[in-house]
């Protein structure tokens, strides 16, 4: 059994996680300071992938980068690198899908900081940027924590706008899901069920490992 | 020493503040909702006036006019929160190391220790502030902001979060901590006990308005004018929200 879609899923949900632990922070840390009309804006454009079926995301991905679009065709010409149909297109498409996964439980987790304890770094003289990363997001961090692997259980599951973007070429672009697709679609199901057990095993595990993070945090702060 | 005076437009009244000290230990006295946290974060930076000019020493920390507005950083102020503030993922060690960042890195383990001595907080060196005693947190509170050198003190309610047996075991100390700081320290309380055991100065400040400071004799004999003495300390004793 080739195990090129389950390596190729893992990557990109690994990397995608990544991604969006970066840009989900930033967005609920900033968003929450803007005045409230263009909080709202932001939230809802933010928060759309969660709702929308993947394969308008996909859709959408594709009118911006597909190769004949304007970021696609720049991408193309100046670099000859296609953007779409690559193993790594799918990081794309699943970080704009799980985006909102990590936007929102960054943003939940801002919420219920304590300001003052910005504020007391502040008076004490430590800069905002130790402030951020020391004593803000480590207070925030059993959210924080929650979002990532709930982006990666989600990463590992995303179908519709991968299979838009990346397609589905075996030992290029396979990812599990479009592999088990691909292979009941050709009527091998033995292969397909293989994989579809690997999948649950795997989404089992994450969000085991979920309950168990935040589990002993929730006791202690009670 | 402190100068302030300044505006602030608030949701239900507009703040007026006028704080003019030298030295000593002053108190804002007032209700709840009275404006008084909300006068020590705009001497603090944390929040900012509507106009208005504050000077501590010769430094100028705002002034409206010459739209100078310092950040809390660079404003030399303590402040000591409400409920302390202790950073939850710092030890007291790492708490109080925080507050030494102006000095190299390899001097700031020696001068926490020397902190941790002088609070006698030693032995608690590696405890995080959710397994600490009320009074164990002030302690730390207060080494932490000693430990970044402020020129003035501003105490949030210093007790409002002990209960009054232990408040009147920590006063002396509290007092005596005081007293040892070089600069001057303005305390907000609604507490009347508090203030006359702690303060030299005390303006009373009622919905945002800071009335003239007076001395605390002066203080006591306005009280007791408007209280019958028997209420006084009844009053006191039921304070505690």
């Known amino acids: ?222 | 020493m402190l100068y302030a005076d300044f505006e602030k437009q608030l949701d239900l009244f507009t703040l007026k503040v006028h704080i003019d000290l030298d030295s000593g230990i002053y108190s804002l006295f007032g209700a709840s909702g009275a404006g008084k946290s909300m006068t020590l974060k705009c001497i603090a930076g944390i929040e900012k006036p509507d106009r208005g000019i504050i000077r501590l020493g010769d430094r100028v920390l705002f002034d409206s006019d010459r739209r100078i507005d310092l950040p809390p950083q660079k404003r030399g102020v303590g402040y000591l929160f409400q409920e302390y503030a202790l950073f939850p993922d710092m030890t007291v060690k790492g708490n109080i190391k925080a507050g030494l960042h102006r000095l190299p890195r390899k001097e700031r383990n020696a001068k926490a220790d020397e902190l941790m001595k002088e609070f006698r907080l030693t032995s608690l060196a590696d405890q995080k502030p959710i397994r600490l005693s009320g009074g164990e947190k002030q302690r730390v509170a207060l080494a932490r902001i000693f430990a970044s050198e402020p020129e003035v003190l501003l105490l949030d309610e210093p007790f409002s979060s002990l209960d009054t047996f232990l408040k009147w075991e920590l006063i002396p100390y509290f007092k005596e901590t005081l007293q040892s700081f070089s600069g001057c320290s303005i305390m907000v309380s609604h507490d009347i006990d508090e203030v006359v055991s702690l303060c030299g100065m005390v303006s009373v400040i009622q919905s945002g308005v800071t009335e003239p400071a007076v001395g605390i004799d002066a203080f006591r004999a306005m009280i007791e004018e408007k209280l019958p003495a028997k209420n006084l300390s009844k009053e006191s004793d039921t304070k505690n929200d």
Request: aromatic share 12%.
């Open chain 1, 1 to 222: 059994m080739d195990l090129y879609p389950l390596l190729n899923s893992l990557r990109i949900a690994a990397i995608s996680a990544v991604i969006v632990f970066f840009i989900g922070i930033a967005a609920a840390y900033y968003i929450a300071k803007c005045p409230r009309i263009v909080k709202g804006v932001l939230d809802v454009i933010l928060t759309l992938p969660l709702v929308l079926p993947p394969t308008v995301v996909g859709y959408l991905l594709l009118l911006v980068l597909g190769p004949k679009r304007v970021i696609g065709s720049f991408f193309l010409e100046s670099f000859n690198v296609k953007l779409t149909m690559q193993w790594w297109s799918a990081i794309f498409a699943v970080s704009v899908i799980v985006l909102p996964l990590m936007y929102r439980t960054a943003r939940g987790a801002f919420e219920n900081f304590d300001e003052n304890l910005a504020s007391a770094g502040r008076t004490l003289g430590l800069s905002n940027t130790y402030i951020f990363w020391r004593i803000r997001i480590p207070a925030c961090k059993q959210g924080i924590i929650a979002g990532v692997v709930l982006s990666f259980a989600r990463a590992l599951g995303e179908y519709g706008a991968t299979s838009m973007i990346a397609g589905y070429t075996p030992g290029k672009t396979a990812t599990v899901s479009t592999a088990v697709y691909n292979l009941w679609r050709i009527g091998n199901d033995e292969l397909a069920l293989k994989w579809v057990l690997i999948n649950i095993a795997i989404s089992a595990v994450v969000l085991l490992c979920i309950n168990l993070i935040e589990k002993p945090y929730g006791r202690r702060s009670k």
